[in-house]
């Protein structure tokens, strides 16, 4: 599985944004995704995670009510939509797949498939 996302961009504070993640197989729809964030000079956070047929959300706690996580299993696509941003909101956004945990895990040492990321700038 490789991982590509997109969506990132300049918004300003309140604004919204809305991240895809597509995925390269089809298989994808076997497994968790997770999104993870990294700001400068901080370690990678969680953001969000989404069970394989999407019944199943959880939400770090610093986003909650703001951001919402969905998936598209015949597009092989995970999407974060992003609202009321905030500029602590800003890093890079991760896209990942979990194929270990039968659970949805904030961990990030359980996604073994990591995407190369796209920048989120919330400008105050």
């Known amino acids: 599985v490789q991982l590509q996302a997109s969506g990132g961009g300049l918004v300003q504070a309140g604004g919204s944004l809305r991240l895809s993640c597509a995925a390269s197989?089809?298989?994808?729809?076997?497994?968790?995704m997770g999104w993870f964030r990294q700001a400068p000079g901080k370690e990678r956070e969680f953001v969000a995670a989404i069970s394989p047929y999407g019944n199943s959300t959880i939400y770090a706690d610093s986003v909650k009510g703001r951001f919402t996580i969905s998936r598209d299993n015949v597009k092989i696509s995970v999407y974060l939509q992003m609202n009321s941003l905030k500029p602590e909101d800003t890093g890079i956004y991760y896209c990942?797949?979990?194929?270990?945990?039968?659970?949805?895990?904030?961990?990030?040492?359980?996604?073994?498939?990591w995407g190369p990321g796209t920048q989120v700038t919330v400008s105050s």
């Open positions: 990942a797949v979990d194929r270990a945990s039968h659970w949805l895990e904030t961990d990030a040492g359980w996604y073994d498939v």
């Open positions: 197989r089809g298989t994808f729809s076997l497994y968790d």
